[in-house]
């Protein structure tokens, strides 16, 4: 009786402090933008003063908008989580509240139009960054913001207000993507990943240019049509066309991933989903780069010109090449510094080199004219290779939520951003036959991606894709931030409006309806939901020999860079593999035994070299191993092989990284990370669990 | 011989990689500056485009120049840490190595004057926020940035560069200053705050004004003989006098207190330094924006007038208490949020939620017009005084770390800074005269708060502050971040470019010799290091009844605020404490059985109510603490009692909060921050640690 009275006045309390925050808002909404400039002195000085102080009021208005955003985003997330309500997706959510905050903005509040702008006609003959302004006598700084197009010069003096909660695009380059695209990285299902590697780079590298070029080429037709039919107010060329289909190739079902992930889908599939939409990422950026920086030389800037292509092609191959490598060497960086150093012994220096040496790899990629969010991203990918193997457990512990909640809040912040910009800007060039034909666009590029070559990656693959995953596949091609960012970061021209603008609604299509609709899909496809990754290896150690030899045959390519690193990469960066005395040739004896750590020798004297993704030496695999019952764990059969459990080799080491790879995380009892939370073994053995 | 021979090559290994890092940054301060413009196109939205492209890129070179500061930094920590290296602390050696690129940037690299900044002089009559720009038909949209002096202007051109690493003094209020003085405020060691409030409200209020005072009254002396004897440049006022003794009355003893902390010194000692240091950064800042905010009425604005000096009192109470009220009500709606929520089943989003109101406090109050800063202190108190208790687990281990990391990078980023801008500055104006005079100055302000008021309250306390103590707290008046922060903020003038230098000097004076001479002074003075805070209370208790009437005598505000705390705040803001149903009169039923939480029956289900900063049960208690046999710890000591260990009221509950209060960070498994971590509790019984 108490208890039930208890759970209704929690509930009721829910909503007053719910309705309490919405009141916030809108109180905040409100008040912060009918604050008025105060009595203003006689002083000059004191004026500037206090109008500098209104604008700092104002701009902490402006964010404490959007953190309220993220807070009611929070409160109702838990709600559909604590419900299990699985058809609306946190970002999906964000974006309703983001609409519903900008409809306010846009027709609740009439703010009166702002007379402290003034248009100096002086006709200057540059724009320099850094302009001085002599205002009877005194000398004002002035920074350079951006060019504004004659049609918007009315607009800028009219809505001052609805341009104070329009941020800089580059805010998004700059700040939110790199700790979204790290954290992708970081936190990249190893095993997975590197078993299906060349599919994702198929997916990842030819599908984004296959998928650029189709819906580059359709929407060029329909803007020909539009210029027909006189549709179009402005030029609209055939590059603008290819960039918008590099924007909108960029993949993020981040929607998608967090049901497969709560529903543990098919762990290929997912490792598919997850590997394509964090690496075209990559290729979008540096693509669409690429493509804004093809200028033929002469007058005529819109013709075809083949060395103008080939140095955007260059500068494709450039950017990305020169990125993966800063991203890649500053990994390298932070795990030698980590292996050399005893920082492990003050987890919050540890936790703070790495945080800022995965923030300097953006930085330096950034000042050297290469792609920062592409850096990160590979910088990810090496800190969770090898530096995460030589951090304390605390800081594996901490440097994963760090980012956990990084990611978090960026990832909803763009998304309910998105939902405010849609009534918010004040360009939006919404042209219904475009809006049709990039709807069509998306959709046949997309399809030109998967299913061509799915066809050609089954013809290698044993371990075939089959045509319900490429249904999903199809299916799962949302865009999210990645796209959005892109678009807005130019939108002076008409062309880049309407792109804009379109972007944006396939945006809240994909992620609402495609999105919403994925249970729905995954049964309609019947597609195996609740599958333990574990099971899932069972199965396929149960198909005994021809699963090995599946591998050797295909992933030769893996192979060889699983040899390479597990002899060299991983005994010079971490404290595990063979030493290196043991693999590089005599020759190289005193820098072989400068770079071994001590730990190698040990794992040495054991009979067989263990390998660093699993913590567990052998006696502690045998004798854990040993006593576990469940037949359908692969560690069973493992265990069952008996003899060849004791063998050496390469060979086997990959078998058994593949096998237990992700293993690693849950034993070294890191709290896993959201997106990969779906390969938990099923240990019986209570005393392993302590040990855990 | 194989270890001894790698524990070498580690050591090389270390030095290589410190060398690189170090040639690391000096390529990328070399190159970076250097990059000149590329080939212009004949297209001037390609140039606009392209100086933006440079100008982002200058920036990312200018940003990873302190990252790399900051990474040498704690590698060298870590260097000095491993060593027990104590007389350099970590703020201390980022202000060397910021020194050190300061002199490299200064003297070391020459770049061509940039002509690209123009002066206009159309003469317009006013200085907006944005200006618009006519560049032959084009517009181009400019913010302001602020006001130059005529002095200024021809640096201005003359080296961009080093405005260029120079940072927007709102920089350190906006972003660096919040997480420090949350993280002040969060870590903030209650039991022996509690038990000190009086005296360290005393120091922090009235300390802070008869320091600014007695500061700024000097400094009037002193600009007095400097006119006498014509040193002094410019103008400089008793208001700019004022103004320096409240921004350098900001104490900021972070190196001393990190010392205490591993030295284990006196307790009591360490609560009164800490709990002083914390709040007086508040009251200087609304001190000295009450200053500032001092105009009196007519011509003559340097003038003394009743009137406006009201109006500036008026102001410190008004904006002191209003940001007080924002921050503790901001912090009141998360506990009430995490309460009544079942959120701590999903801890990201719990963290995410406690993270975004906690920033949401400062926007708030900046949007209101209050100071950020002491709102979102009062919220980090009542956050770890209520919300904390809330939280799962985990997410208190989260909270903590994060704060801890943004606090360490903030602090350690802010101090290289200063280190920086000793000689990237470039209207420092160093008077000698006024430098002695400043010295002189700041050692007598601090004396003139905290002998006489130590005189003051020993009357008061029975547990005397000694001499040597005073001694001690008077040596520890260390500035810091705050200090430089207050006075950067504002460089317009000549009276304030000659108060940021002199404060500098202040600052690199304080953190190097005091904060150096810390273990001197602690064993010159006689003070007992290696005090365990449970120690400290076993011979407390062992005064018995004496200390007790100590505490019911000297601390009746306390006493009533926590008997006000105990039986009605605790029970609606967390899950501990008594029903409500029992504290509060009949009348007032309905209300009570709403916000009482189903914990709270339990609680008093059972033989007495549990306090909340225990989490222990009362059945817990008697049986971990039953066999404890090390006498000294205070817990024994209560087992000891026996039966009045199951006397039931408020008075002793406070007794137990005020012996156990700390322990609860350390029964909850909480890893502990490190200003806080002296309070381990010294358990013999291995039961009791497995449950830990």
Known sequence: ??????????????????????????????????????????MENIVTEKRAEESHRQDSADLLIFIMLLTLTIL??????????????????????????????????????????ITLSCPVNASPATLLINVSGKFYEYTLKGEISASELDDVQDNEMLRKVTFDPEVFFNILLPPIIFHAGYSLKRRHFFRNMGSILAYAFLGTVISCFVIGLMMYGCVMLMKQVGQLGGDFFFTDCLFFGAIVSATDPVTVLAIFNELQVDVDLYALLFGESVLNDAVAIVLSSSIVAYQPQGDNTHTFEVMAMLKSFGMFL????????????????????????????FQLLETALFFLMSWSTFLLAEACGFTGVVAVLFCGITQAHYTFNNLSADSQDRTKQLFELLNFLAENFIFSYMGLTLFTFQNHVFNPMFIVGAFLAVFLGRAANIYPLSFLLNLGR??????????????AGLRGAMTFALSIRDTATYARQMMFSTTLLVVFFTVWICGGGTTQM???QRIRVGVDSDQDNSVSIAEGSERRSTKQESAWLFRIWYNFDHNYLKPILTHSGPPLTATLPPCCGPLARFLTSPQAYENESQLRDDDSDLILTDGDISLTYGDITVSTDATGAHTSRGPAFTGTGASDDLDRELTYGDHELVMRGTRLVLPMDDSEPTFTDPHHRLRV
Chains 1, 2 share one sequence.
Not at 4 to 31: D, E, G, H, P, Y
Not at 335 to 343: N, R
Not at 464 to 474: C, D, G, L, V, Y
């Open 522 to 524: 995954l049964s309609c």
């Open 1 to 42: 009786m108490v208890f039930k009275m208890t759970v209704n006045a929690t509930r009721r309390t829910t909503r007053t402090l719910w309705l309490l925050l919405l009141v916030t808002l809108s109180v905040c909404i409100c008040v912060c933008r009918a604050s008025s400039p105060q009595e203003d002195s006689a």
């Open 462 to 475: 044993r371990n075939k894709i089959t045509s319900n995953f490429q249904h999903m596949m199809m299916f």
């Open 76 to 117: 109702t997330i838990w709600l559909f989580k604590h419900r299990r309500f699985r058809f609306l997706h946190e970002t999906g959510l964000a974006m309703i509240y983001g609409l519903l905050v900008g409809v306010v903005l846009r027709y609740g509040i009439h703010v009166p139009r702002d007379s402290s702008n």
């Open 318 to 345: 450039g950017v990305f090449s020169g990125s993966f490598a800063l991203g890649v060497a500053t990994g390298i960086v932070t795990a030698l510094v980590t292996k050399f150093t005893k920082l492990r012994d």
